[in-house]
């Protein structure tokens, strides 16, 4: 399972997102899209993945939401 959340700023659509991957091989990766985002202001982007028998893994990072853009992640 996975879900990603935007915190801060004005957002009016895609503030959390979640979902299931199946199957994924070790040292893979997977590009997740979705409806759009939509809003303004600065942004923490929260990613968080679950895989059964595990502990939670969490990663942040911080961007400028403009209108359908997420600019400057860091």
């Known amino acids: 399972n996975w879900s ?3 915190a801060g700023g004005l957002v009016l659509l895609g503030k ?3 979902g299931t ?3 994924l091989p070790i040292d893979d990766s997977i590009v997740i899209t979705d409806k759009p985002v939509i809003g303004l202001g600065k942004v923490t982007i ?3 993945v679950e895989v059964s028998g595990e502990e939670p893994m969490t990663k942040s990072a911080s961007g400028f939401l403009l209108f359908f853009f997420v600019l400057g992640v860091k």
């Open 4 to 6: 990603i959340e935007l």
């Open 16 to 18: 959390t997102k979640t």
């Open 21 to 23: 991957i199946d199957s």
């Open 46 to 48: 929260t990613v968080t």
